[in-house]
């Protein structure tokens, strides 16, 4: 996780879940997410192609979330 751009994932976040992220800013979200390893493989492709999008993105923002709050705590016990 330490690669994660946590700033632009906050960013992005904060556009998905106020619903005026573009399309590429949600699949740049998602591919944030994919690379960190916060969601499966499966997650991503079914979100590339189209499945399912609204359930995924949806349980990718309570995940991305959690890595914000992790990476927060982190910071704090620093």
């Known amino acids: 996780m330490s690669g994660m751009n946590y700033q632009r994932l906050l960013f992005l976040s904060q556009k ?9 800013e949600r699949d740049e979200y998602m591919e944030l997410l994919f690379h960190n390893n916060s969601i499966t493989t499966k997650q991503y ?5 189209g499945r399912n999008t609204e359930d995924i993105v949806g349980a990718a923002l309570v995940i991305g979330g959690i890595v914000l709050l992790g990476y ?6 620093e």
């Not at 998905?16 to 590429?24: L, P």
């Open 45 to 49: 492709q079914d979100y590339k192609a």
């Open 16 to 24: 998905v879940k106020s619903g005026q992220a573009s399309k590429a």
């Open 72 to 77: 927060l705590l982190g910071k704090a016990t």
